[in-house]
T-cell receptor, first 112, second 111 residues
Framework: DGGITQSPKYLFRKEGQNVTLSCEQN?????MYWYRQDPGQGLRLIYY???????QKGDIAEGYSVSREKKESFPLTVTSAQKNPTAFYLC???????????FGPGTRLTVT | GENVEQHPSTLSVQEGDSAVIKCTYS??????FPWYKQELGKRPQLIID?????GEKKDQRIAVTLNKTAKHFSLHITETQPEDSAVYFC??????????FGTGTLLAVQP
């Protein structure tokens, strides 16, 4: 299960605070992705990046921001503008144009 | 826009029976169709995938079939075992290198 890591596993924050979720990979993959998963629902794409210093919005980007300064790292910031931030967040990576995505173990964020 | 419909949302089978999950996609440019298995609280893991130049692919008890004309693909699990119990997601890969996921099927294998 090595290769792509997320930290922390559980995160608790007060409403109104920004929080950054970490995602690191050592698979030498060009593409990285952030998904949100709510109970009983599928994976919804927040942001993705196909190359360093470039990223695109997914289906639910509002209230989130990302950066891709290094190939290995793709942190996600959940801002106070995200209305329902409590969820399970999954990071993934893939070789560009190969499509198979490898997922990290996820971060469960609870905002109260 | 791009969309993947997955059915059924829940499926209960007896151990040893077969399970079939179906997905329908809308993007005619799609050419990659993976299936992921997610156990409770764990990360999704790829179990099998198929590309558009192939109609069927098998890996032991798991198989995937693709009908490009009808734009649907299916996961078949034979001789189900309790450890097959999980949520299964189909996905559809088009020209943009992002996957569109179905809403998932909760498979329960009763011993």
């Amino acid at each position: 299960d090595g290769g792509i890591t997320q930290s922390p596993k559980y995160l608790f924050r007060k409403e109104g605070q920004n929080v950054t979720l970490s995602c690191e990979q050592n698979l030498n993959h060009d593409a990285m992705y952030w998904y949100r998963q709510d109970p009983g629902q599928g994976l919804r794409l927040i942001y993705y990046s196909q190359i360093v210093n470039d990223f695109q919005k997914g289906d639910i980007a509002e209230g989130y921001s990302v950066s891709r300064e290094k190939k290995e790292s793709f942190p996600l910031t959940v801002t106070s503008a995200q209305k329902n931030p409590t969820a399970f967040y999954l990071c993934a990576s893939s070789i560009v144009r190969n499509y198979e995505q490898y997922f990290g173990p996820g971060t469960r964020l609870t905002v109260t | 826009g791009e969309n993947v419909e997955q059915h059924p949302s829940t499926l209960s089978v007896q151990e040893g029976d077969s399970a079939v999950i179906k997905c329908t996609y809308s993007d005619s440019a799609s050419n990659y169709f993976p299936w992921y298995k997610q156990e409770l609280g764990k990360r999704p893991q790829l179990i099998i995938d198929i590309r558009s130049n192939v109609g069927e692919k098998k890996d032991q008890r798991i198989a995937v079939t693709l009908n490009k004309t009808a734009k649907h693909f299916s996961l078949h699990i034979t001789e189900t075992q309790p450890e097959d119990s999980a949520v299964y997601f189909c996905a559809d890969g088009g020209a943009t290198n992002k996957l569109i996921f179905g809403t998932g099927t909760l498979l329960a294998v009763q011993p």
